[in-house]
């Protein structure tokens, strides 16, 4: 899907979108809406995140909104947070085609690039119209029972049907494009997007797929036959998985939806006809950010941290 220029390069209406974890967090917010305001930018508040920091006399400088203002008036989105704040983020604001610009208040931060001492230095160069666009796949997924869509879901990471708290394995059948792949008992199945490819899929044994790919992996949880391997499967195919056999199986979308499954459930998923737009800024590259966060060709340290 292509992103309208003047949207990643002249941003008139910033949207700010966070998760409140701290003083530090919420400072950050308010410094950040004050800075972009100077530069003369319209700025919006997520309406969750205002209300969440407990500071309105702070921000009533600024429009607080819904996720469907942000998307009908927002050039572009800036996300404060971690990788579960993004994932919300872009799930809400894909349809609305609202880049996103991702600054790291977590732990890891595969997808918020950001480091908050750098917040306000990056702000200039966004400005200036210096950040690289970068569009992202989603999965669309619908829950059949009973031969009717019970719910309807996107995931940018994943979408993960799993035994649920019993601990009984699930058995489950796969389709792609209507034919019959196999039968498997495992603990799950995982179906991964690139993006997802280095979150729980990569635990699981899943490959690192780059961003650019736009591939689907399909990564078994603990699978009873060692020979189930992870297979990966091109975009436009149609997948379906039919839970043939479960006593408490749920599917997951990006570890933040839950929704119970019966027996005979269907899921049917594909690529969903909406990407979500990543900015990244100058210099960003997706194998130094690897290295950085996988700790790729570090060496171990003793108790004491110096170099064995």
Same mark, same amino acid.
């Given at each position: 899907?292509?992103?309208?220029?003047?949207?990643?390069?002249?941003?008139?209406?910033?949207?700010?979108?966070?998760?409140?974890?701290?003083?530090?967090?919420?400072?950050?917010?308010?410094?950040?809406?004050?800075?972009?305001? $100077?530069?003369?930018?319209?700025v919006?508040?997520?309406?969750?995140?205002?209300?969440?920091?407990?500071?309105?006399?702070?921000?009533?400088?600024?429009?607080?909104?819904?996720?469907?203002?942000?998307?009908?008036?927002?050039?572009?989105?800036?996300?404060?947070?971690?990788?579960?704040?993004?994932?919300?983020?872009?799930?809400?604001?894909?349809?609305?085609?609202?880049?996103?610009?991702?600054?790291n208040?977590?732990?890891?931060?595969?997808?918020?690039?950001?480091a908050?001492?750098?917040?306000?230095?990056?702000? $200039?160069?966004?400005?200036?119209?210096?950040?690289?666009?970068?569009?992202?796949?989603?999965?669309?997924?619908?829950?059949i029972?009973?031969?009717?869509?019970?719910?309807?879901?996107?995931?940018?990471?994943?979408?993960?049907?799993?035994?649920?708290a019993?601990?009984?394995?699930?058995?489950?059948?796969?389709?792609?494009?209507?034919?019959?792949?196999?039968?498997?008992?495992?603990?799950?199945?995982?179906?991964?997007?690139?993006?997802?490819?280095?979150?729980?899929?990569?635990?699981?044994?899943? =490959?690192i797929?780059?961003?650019?790919?736009?591939?689907?992996?399909?990564?078994?949880?603990?699978?009873?036959?060692?020979?189930?391997? =992870?297979?990966?499967?091109?975009?436009?195919?149609?997948?379906?998985?039919?839970?043939?056999h479960?006593?408490?199986?749920?599917?997951?979308? $990006?570890?933040?939806?839950?929704?119970?499954?019966?027996?005979?459930?269907?899921?049917?998923?594909?690529?969903?006809e909406?990407?979500?737009?990543?900015?990244?800024?100058?210099?960003?590259?997706?194998?130094?950010?690897?290295?950085?966060?996988?700790?790729?060709?570090?060496?171990?340290?003793?108790?004491?941290?110096?170099?064995?």
């Open positions: 899907m292509n992103f309208p220029i003047h949207a990643i390069r002249q941003p008139r209406t910033i949207a700010i979108i966070g998760k409140y974890q701290s003083r530090k967090a919420s400072d950050a917010v308010i410094a950040l809406a004050g800075y972009l305001q $100077d530069r003369g930018v319209s919006f508040i997520e309406r969750e995140t205002a209300e969440n920091m407990g500071r309105p006399d702070e921000l009533s400088r600024w429009m607080v909104c819904g996720f469907m203002d942000i998307g009908a008036h927002a050039d572009m989105a800036i996300v404060v947070g971690g990788d579960g704040t993004m994932l919300n983020a872009a799930r809400r604001l894909a349809r609305y085609n609202v880049p996103l610009v991702g600054v208040q977590g732990r890891l931060g595969f997808m918020t690039d950001i908050r001492k750098d917040l306000l230095a990056a702000m $200039d160069l966004l400005l200036d119209g210096q950040f690289k666009p970068e569009s992202r796949m989603l999965l669309d997924a619908e829950i029972r009973s031969h009717r869509a019970i719910a309807t879901n996107l995931a940018l990471n994943d979408i993960v049907i799993d035994k649920g019993i601990g009984r394995m699930i058995e489950y059948e796969l389709f792609i494009n209507s034919e019959f792949i196999s039968k498997q008992r495992a603990d799950g199945l995982i179906i991964s997007t690139p993006t997802g490819s280095t979150a729980y899929a990569l635990s699981a044994g899943g =490959p797929l780059h961003p650019a790919l736009t591939g689907i992996a399909l990564v078994p949880l603990c699978p009873h036959a060692l020979t189930n391997r =992870p297979v990966l499967v091109d975009d436009h195919v149609e997948i379906e998985v039919i839970v043939t479960a006593d408490d199986a749920r599917v997951h979308f $990006d570890g933040q939806v839950t929704l119970n499954l019966n027996r005979n459930d269907t899921i049917r998923l594909h690529r969903s909406y990407s979500i737009c990543f900015l990244h800024p100058p210099g960003y590259s997706y194998f130094a950010m690897l290295r950085q966060k996988l700790h790729w060709g570090e060496r171990p340290t003793d108790n004491d941290g110096s170099q064995l």
